[in-house]
């Protein structure tokens, strides 16, 4: 009877012990689908583009702004650098349109209003609220990655959405089709954007292929366009070169 009793003690105790053990991992375990907590900087707040992504739907996360980074725009909105008094002032603009943004959570987070840099504050509440700095500072955020705290860098997204190709570059391409305009190609990229070329329509569906070099890129809502126009090769450049000096050694 008493082994029965230390057996079923045991196995009690065990099952207790496991439910306390999950438990705990559960409340330690990251939430699937929680909101992150982004502490947006001075830097985020006097670029601006923060309230392009805001308005688009695409920051879902929680946006805290620091009563100290307010305060430090304010500072700056009334110094006697005008540079930096025009983009505090736009800071300061940008504060108020994100809270009007349905699309996104933006609260001002009451820190203290001590003596300690902005850049430091920063950095103590990532950490003590684990959450995450936004920040276009390069600076901040290898500071950041140094102590373990995670940065994100608008600059890094429009890095990443920014064309492939830039005003400047060549590429060789085969003209598809022919333009809405008169005398212009039309080629495609890897991706399926089009590029619009000037003076190709003469190459139109002859599977030939060209050089281009682009001239100007356009983003719309509907989605992205080049514009090109034929690259001058560089050999038929040299060629007229000697044809013209035979020409002048003849006279």
Known sequence: MELFIIILLSAIFAETSALTVRDIVRKHAPVKNARRKLFVDTSTLMDGRILSVAKAGFLGDEVLIPRSVIRELQLLADGSDSEKRTRARFGLDVVNELERVELASVEIFPDEGDRVKVDERLLELAKTHHGIILTNDFNLAKVAVAEHIDAININDLAQGLRSEYLPGDKLDVKITAVGANPHQGVAHLSDGTMVVVDDAERYAGKNQTVTIEFVRYLQTAAGKMMFAKLA?????????????THRRTNK
């Not at 001058?232 to 013209?244: G, Y």
């Open 232 to 244: 001058t090769p560089k050999v038929a450049k040299r060629q007229n070169k000697k044809s013209t």
